[in-house]
Every structure is written in C-alpha cells, then in structure tokens.
C-alpha cells in the first residue's frame, strides 16, 4: 500500500460487538492502528458497542453507494458479510469482502472468507481464506492461577439467539449432569426461556450470565468450553479461538471452522461428532493432569495462530496483492 495514513471504512451487516461479526470489525481497528478508521451498521448502536470502537467514527449506513465512501473519504473498503443487493458496483476506493457466513458477496476488487469450510461453500467467489484473530479475552478481577482441583467448570458461550440455543441441548445436558457429578455447569447468552430448563437439567449446578463483549473475560473462569448445536454448523466459531487464547480447553463439534482451529494439533482442543464423544471428552478432562497439559497447548496454539500481529500481516498482504492487482489490469 502507498506511504501516508489511509482511511478504512468498513462496513457490517450486524452492529453488535458481541456478535461474531462486528466483534472482527473491532478486531480489525486494533490490528491497523495506523489507519484512520470508520465504522458503518446498520441501526443504533449499543453503549457497549460503542465505547469498543470509541477512536473510530461511527456512521449508521446499510446501504453502500459512491456517494457514501467519498463522503467517508477511504481509501479502503472492507464489508463483512454485506449481500450484493447493498452494495453499488464501481466504488471510488479498494474494495473487499470479507465473508463470515453464506450470503452472496458482492462484487468487489477482492474476496475472502474466514475459513476453508465456508470457502468451500461459496466456491468460486470465495477468494482467499482469511482466518481471523481474537484478542486475548479481557481476564476478570481476582482471576488468578487455573485450579486443578477435582472439580471441573463447562461453560458455553453464544450470541443470544435462539437459533444458537436449540431446545435439543436440555436433554443432553441432563444426561452430562448426571454422569457428572462433580462437574459446575455455566452459560453465558442463554435466551431467558431456556434458563430453567437448562438450570433443572443441570440438577442446579449452573451458572447463567448475560451475554456481553466483556462476558468473554468468563472463559479464564472455566476449564473448558463445551459447544454443540445439533444442526447449525459455524463457520468459523469465534469463541472457540477466544477460549484458546485464555487456556480453556474446546470440546466442540467436528463441523465447519472448528475443525481447521483444532485439527492437527495434538493435545489441544477436542473435537467431537455425538454426545458421547462429548461425555468422553468430559471424562477425560477430569483429570488434572491432562487438563493442565491440554490447558497450557491450546493457549500455545492460539497465540500463534490467532494473534493480531499475525492477522495484521495478512490484511496488509491481502490489501497489497488486490490492489496490485487492479493496477495491472487497469494498464
């Protein structure tokens, strides 16, 4: 990219930082610090939103035409997960598009998605694979050394909605609770219908708390990360990165980007395809030993593959190589 500060305007379909997708966008303001940022969603924003982009302008926007981006002045324009009926062709600045999900990407100088899986999915208007990076999630007040004790505390963590939290789960749980015993039950963003539920199958042992940015502070407060949904598939699944970074050990379904976050490591996270690959994965972890070994790799693996510096590096390749690009076809 040319010398000079440049001015990024990305652009999301979701305006919520604890969401997947704008919790990148934030993602991506810390990994180029040395850009001036914009920020533009749809809808208002929440107090918590907007105090994590506080240095970026914020501009309410859906819709992405010509006027907009010179209004915005950048140089850049990076959309998450923005569908082609938004979005104006023949933008006045780089434009990418950084796909989080199956939506039909519009056109754009260049194409990424977040994972192998999804890039699968979209075929030839995937692009490159972008892996995303995850900040090391904030660590609570008092939050010290991770026990080893005999006890063991599951948790999950997702976006409240209730596609992420299928009733499914309740018998499952049950089942888990009392083969378990021992084991401490938490959830953070359960919708409030499934409180009691989940609560009862738990025979009591859980703790519920409310979805948040710094709700992710949770995972240095577990041992592991349990997430199972029998028929969604996530494309990537943030917050098994996020609970890497924090030590806390993913047990999570063999599907979609989880995999390529787990697989070929040895001794980090687990993967798991039924119920009883989850139990056994619990049963395992209960002992301290392999819990401790287990706990130490997959922080090792998220450093290094999820860092900022890491993520700094292929944004500014991705940008570099695009425009480059639109150079040489424009000669």
């Known amino acids: 990219m040319p010398g000079g500060r440049l001015t990024l305007l990305q652009v999301g379909n979701v305006g919520d930082v604890t969401g997947g997708t704008g919790a990148c966008v934030r993602t991506v303001t ?15 924003p929440s107090d918590e939103t907007r105090a994590a982009f506080a240095g970026c302008r914020w501009v309410p926007r859906r819709r992405v035409d010509a006027e907009f981006v010179s209004e915005c002045g950048a140089d850049v324009v990076l959309l998450h997960n923005v569908s082609r009926d938004l979005v104006d062709k023949g933008l006045p600045a780089l434009t990418l598009a950084y796909t989080h999900s199956r939506v039909t990407p519009p056109l754009a100088d260049g194409a990424a998605c977040c994972s192998r899986w ?5 075929g030839s208007a995937a692009g490159r694979v ?5 900040p090391v ?20 963590i997702c976006t409240p909605r209730k596609a992420k939290w299928p009733d499914e789960i309740v018998p499952l749980y049950s089942e888990w609770a009392e083969r378990f015993p021992a084991v401490r039950w938490a959830f953070v963003g359960c919708p409030g219908g499934l409180v009691e539920p989940l609560r009862e199958a738990c025979g009591g042992r859980a703790e519920f708390v409310a979805a948040s940015h710094a709700a992710r502070g949770e995972l240095w407060k577990w ?3 349990l997430y199972h949904h029998p028929t969604l598939t996530e494309s990537f699944g943030r917050t098994c990165a996020e609970a890497m970074r924090a030590g806390c050990i993913p047990v999570v379904d063999a599907r979609g980007g989880f995999v390529e976050q787990i697989d070929g490591r040895p001794g980090g996270g687990i993967l798991a395809s039924d119920a009883g690959d989850f139990a056994a ?7 301290p030993g392999e819990r401790l070994r287990r706990s130490r790799r997959v922080r090792a693996i998220g450093d290094e593959r999820f860092s900022i510096s890491r993520f700094r590096r292929d944004l500014l390749a991705w940008f570099g190589e695009t425009l480059a690009a639109v150079r040489a076809q424009a000669a």
């Open 223 to 225: 041992d592991v990360l």
């Open 130 to 134: 972008l892996t995303q990076a995850v």
């Open 137 to 156: 999630p904030p660590r609570p007040a008092g939050c010290g050394t991770r026990s080893l004790g005999d006890g063991l505390t599951v948790g999950r």
């Open 281 to 287: 994965a619990i049963d395992a972890l209960l002992d």
């Open 30 to 44: 810390r990994a180029l610090p040395d850009f001036a940022h914009v920020v533009a969603f749809p809808g208002r």
């Open 118 to 122: 999804l890039a699968d999915q979209c």
